[in-house]
């Protein structure tokens, strides 16, 4: 049973920090590319960042570009993201997803190759 477990959300001011974190189950994680994607209410799910399963190089949208960090465990059973700098919109539900390796680097923020779905974890920045 693949399982895929955020934590770390919360409610945050503008310019404050937060550290997610995704535990993975169930599956051979090396053979997934893994990725945050977020929701806010009456939007699509968008990429945030991905982290592609064949060398390790990150993915970043243009949004959260030099604010999000994200970054595996040595073992890559638990995914993170760093999140600093957070501004207003950046409040969504966060949710952590895994892709199988055949996904080509171009498509790793595109969630319908994403075949895994955390639950997703709360982050609200509010002043």
């Known amino acids: 049973q693949v399982q895929l477990v955020e934590s770390g959300g919360g409610s945050v001011q503008p310019g404050g920090s937060l550290r997610l974190s995704c535990a993975a189950s169930?599956?051979?994680?090396?053979?997934?590319?893994m990725g945050w994607f977020r929701q806010a209410p009456g939007t699509e799910r968008e990429g945030v960042a991905a982290?592609?399963?064949?060398?390790?190089?990150?993915l970043y949208a243009d949004s959260v570009k030099g604010r999000f960090t994200i970054s595996q465990d040595s073992a890559k059973t638990t995914l993170y993201l760093q999140m600093n700098g957070l501004k207003l919109e950046d409040t969504a539900l966060y949710y952590c997803a895994a892709a199988p390796d055949w996904v080509g680097w171009r498509r790793l923020l595109q969630t319908d190759d994403y075949i895994y779905w955390g639950q997703g974890t709360q982050v609200t920045v509010s002043s």
């Open positions: 982290i592609y399963a064949r060398d390790g190089r990150p």
């Open positions: 169930g599956y051979t994680a090396s053979s997934y590319h």
